[in-house]
């Protein structure tokens, strides 16, 4: 149990879906990101959010939305995905995202597209 | 960020200590040597963290040499559990990380 709950753990959809992807820290975290784990590539950082303000955007497509209401939850809202956007999706959080506090992770969730 | 450089894959045989290096010779003064593992469809762990000091928690060893351009990340005693992929990631704030590929450690019974 690593504090951070992601949901759901596996999702089909199809290209004209829409769907979100939700995390929820149980840490008292200020700073939490999404990120992309695509098979056999290392992790690519899509967003970070430090006391809901997006503080980096990585030059990712307009169809992956994210949102943060409030520190401890964290959604990313898809819509007209492409099959390369199969992949797991992490979410992790950390204090801040300027300090040298470690990041900690959610267990993902599996993402394909029909 | 300073890149890092380890092996792609270990072996490892149970009950023994599983010795993981880490190359990062490019590492600035106010950077961090974290060291993360991943077991297969779970998201990464975080294990422990460093500035030049060695560093002992729970879950592990964080040996950082003299001159800071590598380190050495010990399980004790290993168990098949601890199968898996570990990362050595350097950085100067622990919100911004590069994930590389990683050693895979496999333990062996």
């Known amino acids: 149990e690593t504090g951070v709950t992601q949901t759901p753990r596996h999702l089909v959809m199809g290209m004209t879906n829409k769907k979100s992807l939700k995390c929820e820290q149980h840490?008292?975290?200020?700073?939490m990101y999404w990120y992309k784990q695509s098979a056999k590539k290392p992790l690519e950082l899509m967003f970070v959010?430090?006391?809901?303000?997006?503080?980096e955007n990585n030059s990712v497509p307009s169809r992956f939305s994210p949102e943060c209401p409030n520190s401890s939850h964290l959604f990313l809202h898809l819509h007209t995905l492409q099959p390369e956007d199969s992949a797991l999706y992490l979410c992790?959080?950390?204090?801040?995202?300027?300090?040298?506090?470690?990041?900690?992770f959610g267990d993902g969730t599996r993402l394909s597209i029909l | 960020d300073a890149k890092t450089t380890q092996p792609p894959s270990m072996d490892c045989a149970e009950g023994r200590a599983a010795n993981l290096p880490c190359n990062h010779s490019?590492?600035?003064?106010?950077?961090?040597v974290y060291w993360y593992r991943q077991i297969h469809s779970q998201g990464p762990q975080y294990i422990i963290h460093?500035?030049?000091n060695n560093e002992t928690n729970e879950m592990a060893s964080l040996i950082i040499t003299e001159d800071r351009k590598s380190s050495t990340l010990i399980l004790p005693h290993a168990t098949l559990r601890d199968t898996a992929v570990y990362y050595c990631?350097?950085?100067?704030?622990?919100?911004?990380?590069?994930f590389g590929q990683g050693t895979e450690l496999s333990v062996k019974p």
């Open positions: 959010y430090s006391l809901e303000e997006r503080v």
């Open positions: 490019t590492i600035s003064g106010n950077e961090y």
């Open positions: 992790a959080s950390s204090q801040a995202p300027h300090s040298n506090q470690p990041q900690h």
């Open positions: 460093g500035l030049k």
């Open positions: 840490l008292g975290h200020n700073a």
């Open positions: 990631i350097v950085s100067n704030q622990g919100g911004k990380l590069i």
